[in-house]
């Protein structure tokens, strides 16, 4: 199998069909394959996922648990969201550092015997075989996968940028921040800063954070050009708390810009690939699923191959088991993210004046810890019925 692609999507693939007995070779542009960001969270969903790979223990000992989505408007609580809401002793999110993530990856894979072949910019695909940037081909493989990400050339690509992306740092943990929470400051929706504890690196104990600073697109330039000093006034008067992280930003470019698009392909399997992950489906990470459902697309697509010996067959089954739970959170995350991330005033007031106060009645919170656990859908369960169901015909 040839895997285009190194991210979270690309290495679960590799090390679950390797542990299935498949010849695995991945494929990335970078000379040395490297996460490019900040820090994520693994909700429950995708723990699940990464305790079938064999990783579960190895990033709960590096990542940092949060029991609940905290954020205020003013003086108004407009989101908070726990995750035991779903019951007592329900799991939690795991917030790990993207460092942490992929090294852990990169060597399970590696140690399961997937061969890393990188500095290979992939621009097309057909007939089993991958053409890269310098005009040179691949091997033939039985099945390419389409793991590039959000703006893979082997996928339609997104029709345009969201209006808003953030602008990401990973810092030392610092201020007076619950350690425990994704922490959330709002000005209407077209403000919006965030502090999220993200464990630590495997060789370096210092806990971290992840702070972001949600910008539109546009304003990426004026951003650029203005003093950073400005900039900083602009954070500390929305929320004067992040002064100790602030502190630790000496230049612009401590800050990555991060754009988000958002494009789900109507089938994962086009005549010369499969896609996963970001490839198959990308939006803002606003509900944070994006990592999830790319473990939960390498898982189904391993299940899939594992059980069904026609090629055409598992293919159909793996997109069957996927699009109905990668439906639901597209369209979740299509709805709520204007009442984070926009211009407009009235999604705002909706959110502070009616969505905030209703999600704090019954059956408000478990519903929405349901979303953000990401089992809206119950996507395992849905894997584990038909794996049950396959062997027992
Ligand atoms: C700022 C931000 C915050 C996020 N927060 C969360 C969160 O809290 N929780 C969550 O679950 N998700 C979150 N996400 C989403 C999550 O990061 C993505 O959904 C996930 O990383 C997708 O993984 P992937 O493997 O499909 O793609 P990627 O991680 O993008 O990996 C793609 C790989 O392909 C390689 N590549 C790309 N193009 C080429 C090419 N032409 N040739 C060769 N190689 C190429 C890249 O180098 C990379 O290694 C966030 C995303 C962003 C941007």
Redesign the pocket.
């Known amino acids: 199998m040839a895997i ?7 290495l679960a693939c590799a090390i679950l069909l390797r542990a299935r007995g498949l010849r695995v070779v991945i ?4 000379e040395r ?1 490297a996460p490019i ?2 820090g ?4 429950p969903v ?1 723990l699940r996922v990464l305790d079938a790979i064999g990783l579960g223990d190895s990033m709960r000992a590096l990542g940092a648990p949060i029991d609940r989505l905290y954020g205020k408007s003013g003086r108004h609580v407009v989101l908070d969201v726990r995750y035991d809401a779903l019951g007592k002793g329900a799991p939690l999110g795991l917030c790990v550092h993207r460092g942490a993530l992929f090294e852990t990856f990169y060597s399970a894979a590696l140690a399961a015997g997937a061969v890393i072949d990188s500095g ?4 097309a695909t057909s007939g089993g075989r991958l053409t890269f940037a310098d005009g040179r081909e691949s091997a033939c493989f039985d099945l390419v996968i389409d ?7 082997l996928s339609r690509q997104p029709e345009a940028n969201l209006a808003f992306g ?1 602008l ?1 740092a990973s810092l030392d943990w610092a201020g007076p921040f619950d350690p425990r929470a994704l922490e959330q400051r709002y000005e209407a929706a077209r403000k919006m800063a965030g502090v999220l504890p993200i464990g630590r690196l495997p060789a370096d104990p210092t806990p971290k954070a992840a702070f ?1 600073w949600s910008l539109r697109h546009d304003r990426c330039a004026a951003w650029v050009s203005q003093s950073l000093e400005a900039w900083k006034d602009e954070v500390r008067a929305l929320w004067p708390a992040t002064e100790p992280l602030l502190a630790q930003i000496a230049s612009h470019s401590d800050l990555v810009f ?1 754009a ?1 698009a958002h494009r789900t392909l109507r089938s994962p399997v086009s005549r010369h690939c499969v896609h ?4 198959w489906h ?1 939006t803002s ?1 606003q509900l ?7 473990l939960l697309d390498a898982y189904a697509l391993a299940l899939a191959l594992e059980r069904q010996d026609d090629l055409a067959l598992a293919l159909a089954e793996y997109a069957r088991l996927r699009l109905w739970h990668i439906r639901l959170y597209q369209a979740a995350s299509w709805a709520f993210t204007p009442a984070y991330q926009s211009d407009s005033l009235a999604m705002a007031w909706v959110r502070d004046r009616v969505v905030a106060p209703l999600a704090r009645v019954w059956p408000g919170p478990p519903v929405l810890a349901g979303l953000v656990a990401g089992q809206w859908g119950w996507p395992l369960a849905a894997l584990q019925a038909w794996a049950k169901g396959q062997s027992g015909q």
């Open positions: 285009a692609g190194c991210g979270v999507a690309g494929f990335d542009r970078l394959p960001g900040s994520l969270i693994l909700q995708g290979r910019n992939v621009t793991a590039l990400g959000m703006r893979s050339p953030a990401w972001f991060a988000y996963v992950g970001d490839a990308c990470p944070g699923q994006g990592a999830n459902m790319a």
